[in-house]
């Protein structure tokens, strides 16, 4: 069971959109639409943001969006702002009842 | 509102058993279908899923801490615990205790504990 790979850090200036990817293998990724993204600031715990691939929970902006195609899930957020600036981690159901996540991406706000 | 709460001891000697439990507030732990979890996050690294258990006393925990690792629930206490034996410094890391709904996401977090092995 293998860490699921996503980019070390991306960038983007307010008000733009950016697309972090989660890239995993036909056993986690790409055989289950189980795949949640969190969101984790400096200190504080991991929030939900997007579950079962795409779905947004009460009270996250539509601004969060998420979609899947074979082995590689991705997070994008739209209209960046100060306050996404954030590590982004996402995880997926691994089958025989076991969970991996990422090794998270840094998210800067120019 | 669902609260998790980590409690235990910040410092374990190597090779001893770490120990943790974790307090849920604002609603049974007997209740729904969630999955009581635990997490770990070594300072400046990714998360890393340990393991849960599901009321029934059902467990299922990672591969790679399987032998080490055990997760237990106290109903009666609204509580779960979670035991890692033999640790080495490799084991320190703030721990979190969390809720997963239908085994899918996890939507609850606690505030975390940082535990540091060290003699």
């Known amino acids: 069971q293998s860490a699921l790979t996503q980019p070390a850090s991306v960038s983007g200036s307010p008000g733009q959109s950016i697309t972090i990817s989660c890239t995993g293998t036909?056993?986690?990724?790409?055989?289950?639409?189980?795949v949640s993204w969190y969101q984790q600031h400096p200190g504080k715990a991991p929030k939900l943001m997007i579950y079962d691939v795409s779905k947004r929970p009460s009270g996250v902006s539509n601004r969060f969006s998420g979609s899947k195609s074979g082995n590689t899930a991705s997070l994008t957020i739209s209209g960046l702002q100060a306050e996404d600036e954030a590590d982004y981690y996402c995880?997926?159901?691994?089958?025989?009842?076991?969970?991996?996540f990422g090794g998270g991406t840094k998210l800067t706000v120019l | 509102q669902v609260q998790l709460q980590e409690s235990g001891p910040g410092l374990v000697k190597p090779s001893q058993t770490l120990s943790l439990t974790c307090t849920v507030s604002g609603g049974s732990i007997s209740s729904g279908s969630y999955y009581w979890s635990w997490i770990r996050q070594p300072a400046g690294k990714g998360l890393e899923w340990i393991g849960r258990i599901y009321t029934s006393g059902s467990t299922n925990y990672n591969p790679s801490l399987k032998s080490r690792v055990t997760i237990s629930v106290d109903t009666s206490k609204n509580q779960f615990s979670l035991k890692l034996s033999s640790v080495t410094a490799a084991d320190t890391a703030v721990y979190y205790c969390a809720r997963a709904s239908r085994g899918s996401y996890i939507d609850y977090w606690g505030q975390g504990t940082l535990v540091t092995v060290s003699s």
């Open positions: 036909s056993s986690d990724v790409g055989g289950y639409n189980y």
């Open positions: 995880c997926s159901y691994a089958g025989s009842s076991t969970w991996v």
